[in-house]
C-alpha cells in the first residue's frame, strides 16, 4: 500500500515537472513541437495502461511493480533536470547548448530552419 502511495504522488509531481519544464528548456523555435510531443507520450502511456494488467498473466506482483516503479523513476528523472528559476527561457538551440556546457561562445551552431526569403534573397 506505502509504494501505491508514493508511486501516486510521485506520479502527479513528474508529471506536472513534464508539463512546467518542457516549456522552460526548449527553444522557442521548437517549443510547441515538443509540448505537443510531451502531450502525445503521455496519451499513449494512458493506452497502454491497461495493456500492464495483462502482465499479471506472467506474474500476478508484475503490474503492480511496473505501476509503482515507473513514476518513481520518472520522478527520480526529474531531480537532474536544470534549475530554471530566474533564467530567461532559451531562444535558440545554441542558448540550449550553451546553457548545458556543450557549446562555447566561438562554436557555430546550425539553425533549425533557413532564414532565408522565398526569392532566395
Do not use: W
Request: aromatic letters at 4%; a neutral charge; glycine letters at 10%.
Amino acid at each position: 500500500m506505502a509504494f501505491a502511495v508514493v508511486g501516486k504522488g510521485a506520479l502527479a509531481a513528474s508529471f506536472n515537472c513534464a508539463y512546467i519544464f518542457t516549456g522552460e528548456l526548449l527553444p522557442t523555435v521548437i517549443r510547441q513541437t515538443g509540448m505537443g510531443l510531451g502531450g502525445t507520450m503521455a496519451r499513449v502511456g494512458g493506452m497502454v495502461a491497461p495493456l500492464v494488467r495483462m502482465a499479471a498473466d506472467v506474474t500476478p506482483v508484475l503490474p503492480l511493480v511496473i505501476y509503482g516503479a515507473a513514476p518513481i523513476v520518472s520522478a527520480v528523472a526529474t531531480c537532474f533536470l536544470p534549475e530554471t528559476r530566474n533564467a530567461p527561457l532559451p531562444e535558440t538551440v545554441k542558448d540550449v547548448e550553451r546553457r548545458a556546457g556543450h557549446l562555447e561562445d566561438d562554436d557555430v551552431a546550425v539553425p533549425l530552419s533557413s532564414t532565408k526569403s522565398k526569392d532566395g534573397a
